[in-house]
Structures are given as structure tokens and as C-alpha cells.
């Protein structure tokens, strides 16, 4: 602290001769002879960390965090959905005729393009099967995919989306909304079964139509709602079922994953769904045990250890070229910052 005053008196002591020395050319001799001590050696400037002590030291979600645009390239999906990246990203437009992207501040609306082109189908598709405006859309990736600083485990190659499980109002949400709104939850207070208040025949549509494109791995869903997919659905073909697989956190919003696009050799695809409908007692109580119930709300069990977290050498080696690779400009990338 002491020194630190000393420094600050010393540099305003400076800075007053210096504008007196301006004011006042003809007594600079007299007084820099009496009050200009010698400057004191500041402290020298932190040299900037190198690229490759950034990559030692920074986790992996930090460094493609850090990244505002994509890299410039051909767009390709490295890589597996949890532990990979994307080159050359496209960004969703935050609007469009059926459809308005929420939490832009993230800027997670990016993807590879068979991701677009599906949100593209599939907007209006949904839109006429439920009757709704459109569809709210929430996180893509990054602009370069990789790991993100929220506890999205996937979302990393451009090929993963998340929907809201409500429909588009009716007028132009503005920024501040769509940082803050919430989605609605489909799940009763108990975690066991649906809400009558917020459940609608609608939402059978919504996911059917997202399960039924061809581009679809699978779309993730909250067990109770499985559940209720399952009763439905029981005594009608219902081939697209097996796609839609129980898992945390998805009580307001579908995830849909993408399979490996053609052109992305180094996308890792994930085992397929099995080919049954994934409504057996054996598939799905085990989601209502009181083990499973109270982490749904949100996100699977924590481990006992808490994980390593991932660094840029943990990525397949190709995400390192693109984290580096120079900037891809957009015309569309500043409109919603
Ligand atoms: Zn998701």
C-alpha cells in the first residue's frame, strides 16, 4: 500500500510538471532543477502468455469459450459430442419466419450445417404439427464448438440442439427476454408424472416430428415424459419411440442429436438407440427410484471425485488447429451483441 502511494504521488508530482512545463516553457529549467526527482522504474508489464502456456493452463472451456467467431474452413464435426469441436461453424439466425433463438448473450447459436438445415425443416414442421407460432430455440455450440462454461456436457461438435417445450409468441421477443424467460416445465412437483397445467396433446406432435426426421440420432426427453409418450402411443405404430430416450434435465426442452454428417471423418458417432421402443418396465423404472428422482431436475449424479477438468490436449488433436485457425467473418455475428 505504501509504496503504492509513493508511486502515485511520485507519477501526479510528474504529471503537475508536466503541465506546468506545458503552460509554462520558460520555467522548466527551474523546475525541473528543484521538485523532478528521477523517475521511478514502474514495474515492467506482465508478458502476454504465450499460445502454448495458454493451452497448458487454460481448460479447454475456457479457450473455446474465449472465441467469438468461427474458423475459417470447410464446417466439419470433430470428434464425439461430449469431447470434440467444430471447424468452421454457421450461425442460426436469431430469427425467422417460425422461429426465435433465446440466450443470445451465450452466442451458442452455431452449428455445422446439417444442423441448421434441420432447424430449418423442422421449425415449420413443428409449427404446423402443433398448431404454435414457431419454436423457441435454445443452445447450439459455441462458434467452434469444444467444451462450454455452463454444464452442457455435449453440445460440442455442432451436431446437438436444445428446443424449448413451448410455443413462439406471437411478436418479436427483445434481447432482455430471451436472457431471462424461462421454459415451461412439462414435470409434476413429484418428478413421477406430468403437469395437467403445462402438458398438451401438442407436445406429443412436437417431439414426434422432431424424432421422425432422418437426420435424427435421438432426441432426449424427461423420463415422466417417456412415460406418458409410451401410454400414448401404445396401440398406434410408433416406430420414431426409439428415438426418444429418458435422460436429466429435460423437463422444459427437447434435445435433439444429429448423426455424423457425410464429409466429417473424424466425428465419432454414438452407439444407436436400440431398436425397441424403450417402454419395458426393465427401460424405464429405474428412471423413478429414489436414487434417480431428485437429480432429474437438473443434471445425472455428481461423481464421488469431481473429474479433471478437460484441457485442449484431451481433444482429438484436429481441435487444436481449429481453436488457432484465423476468424471466419459474418455478416450476421455482430447483430446480437
Ligand atoms: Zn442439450
Same mark, same amino acid.
Request: proline share 10%.
Given at each position: 500500500m505504501f509504496a503504492r502511494i509513493v508511486i502515485s504521488s511520485v /507519477?501526479?508530482?510528474?504529471?503537475?510538471?508536466?503541465?506546468? #512545463? =506545458? %503552460?509554462q516553457p520558460s520555467a522548466i529549467a527551474q523546475t525541473a532543477a528543484v521538485a523532478a526527482p528521477a523517475p521511478l522504474p514502474l514495474p515492467p508489464p506482465k508478458p502476454a502468455m504465450s499460445e502454448q502456456e495458454k493451452e497448458k493452463t487454460l481448460t479447454a472451456k475456457q479457450l473455446f469459450g474465449a472465441v467469438q467467431l468461427p474458423?475459417?474452413?470447410?464446417?466439419?464435426?470433430?470428434?464425439?459430442?461430449?469431447?470434440?469441436?467444430?471447424?468452421?461453424?454457421?450461425?442460426?439466425?436469431?430469427?425467422g419466419p417460425t422461429w426465435q433463438v433465446m440466450r443470445l448473450s451465450r452466442n451458442r447459436n452455431?452449428?455445422?450445417?446439417? /444442423?441448421?438445415?434441420?432447424?430449418?425443416?423442422?421449425?415449420? #414442421? =413443428? %409449427?404446423k404439427a402443433t398448431g404454435w407460432?414457431?419454436?423457441?430455440?435454445?443452445?447450439?455450440?459455441?462458434?467452434?464448438?469444444?467444451?462450454?462454461?455452463?454444464?452442457?456436457?455435449?453440445?460440442?461438435t455442432g451436431l446437438d440442439v436444445d428446443i424449448?417445450?413451448?410455443?413462439?409468441?406471437?411478436?418479436?421477443?427483445?434481447k432482455e427476454e430471451r436472457d431471462t424467460i424461462s421454459a415451461i416445465n412439462l414435470v409434476s412437483d413429484d418428478w413421477k408424472s406430468l403437469n395437467p397445467q403445462t402438458w398438451t396433446p401438442q407436445h406429443v406432435a412436437f417431439i414426434k416430428t422432431a424424432a421422425e426426421r432422418p437426420e435424427v440420432q435421438r432426441v432426449?426427453?424427461?423420463?415422466?415424459?417417456?412415460?406418458?409418450?409410451?401410454?400414448?402411443?401404445?396401440?398406434?405404430?410408433?416406430?420414431?419411440?426409439?428415438?426418444?430416450?429418458?435422460?436429466y434435465g429435460h423437463h422444459d426442452h427437447i434435445h435433439v442429436r444429429l448423426f455424423c454428417p457425410a464429409g466429417s471423418a473424424n466425428c465419432q458417432a454414438q452407439e444407436p438407440v436400440k431398436a425397441e421402443d424403450g417402454c419395458s418396465a426393465k427401460e424405464l423404472d429405474p428412471w423413478f427410484s429414489d436414487k434417480r428422482?431428485?437429480?432429474?431436475?437438473?443434471?445425472?449424479?455428481p461423481p464421488t471425485k469431481p473429474p479433471k477438468p478437460m484441457m485442449l490436449a484431451d481433444l482429438p488433436p484436429a481441435c487444436k488447429t481449429v481453436l488457432e485457425a484465423p476468424a471466419k467473418n459474418t455478416s450476421l455475428a455482430n447483430d446480437k451483441r
Open positions: /507519477l501526479s508530482l510528474a504529471a503537475a510538471a508536466g503541465t506546468l #512545463a =506545458a %503552460a474458423s475459417i474452413g470447410k464446417a466439419v464435426a470433430i470428434g464425439f459430442y461430449h469431447r470434440g469441436c467444430l471447424a468452421a461453424g454457421v450461425e442460426f439466425p436469431v430469427n452455431w452449428g455445422h450445417p446439417s /444442423l441448421i438445415h434441420f432447424l430449418e425443416k423442422f421449425a415449420p #414442421a =413443428a %409449427a407460432k414457431g419454436i423457441l430455440v435454445g443452445d447450439l455450440a459455441q462458434p467452434r464448438g469444444g467444451p462450454s462454461p455452463s454444464d452442457h456436457a455435449s453440445h460440442q424449448w417445450f413451448m410455443p413462439m409468441p406471437d411478436r418479436e421477443l427483445t432426449l426427453v424427461n423420463a415422466a415424459i417417456k412415460k406418458e409418450l409410451c401410454r400414448i402411443e401404445a396401440k398406434k405404430p410408433h416406430a420414431w419411440m426409439a428415438k426418444v430416450r429418458p435422460w428422482l431428485r437429480p432429474q431436475i437438473s443434471k445425472p449424479p
